[in-house]
């Protein structure tokens, strides 16, 4: 938790745990401290916790099991429209078809930002790039795993589309666990950072066909270490 809240006040206890949740402390399906903890933590009384969580529940973000706890919410595509865009970890059924759609996305983001991104967009996906690259040669995976985000909400960003923002952010929250877990595979960073500068070089150029070439082929990259991601999941729940 972040911090104590003397003033007890449920808003603040709200957010606190929604910012737990987010930065991955809490995943989905796991189980939050008991209210008795949450009093000691927050420095306030029950009834304050009590709201705060009721709160969380009506929006579909804890479920509260009588006798058991309280858990984070299991994830659903209802969820994908909860505006905390908490970091969930999805199901690994669905993981295909996330992928299937962000390749498809990913492909209409580059062909906008062909077209469309200036000067000042392509400077601030230079220091993503350059902030990539260092992370990678200090075997940094936490902020490498930050940054391959990043680039890609950059070129979001470049197209100056309010539809395609906004689609980005329902959709890639999704993505930063297996992000964040692919990573850890070795080779992953070094081969992501040059097909991420590939395509971006292209973009500069304005040569949409090789553009998207480069983000298809990244996206086979991505496919493939998923799918490995997908298999151990799936070995470790036997």
Partial sequence: MVENNKEGNPRKIINMILEDIKNGKFVSGELLPSQKELCKIFNTGRGSIREALQALELTGVVEIKPGKGVFVSKFTFDLIFNPARLIYKPDISILPDILEFRELFEIIVVSIAVKI???????????????????????DKENFSKMDYEFHKRLAESTHNKVIKSFFSIIFPLLKYSISETTKIPGVMIETYEDHKKIFN?????????????????????????????????KSNI
Avoid: G, P, W
């Fill in 202 to 234: 292209y973009i500069k150029k304005r040569d949409a066909e090789s553009a998207k070439y480069s983000m298809r082929e990244h996206m086979k990259f991505v496919k493939k270490y998923v799918n490995k991601l997908v298999n151990k999941m799936e």
């Fill in 117 to 139: 991104s200036t000067t000042e967009d392509f400077n601030k996906i230079q220091e993503i790039l350059d902030l990539t690259k260092f992370y990678c040669e200090k075997e």
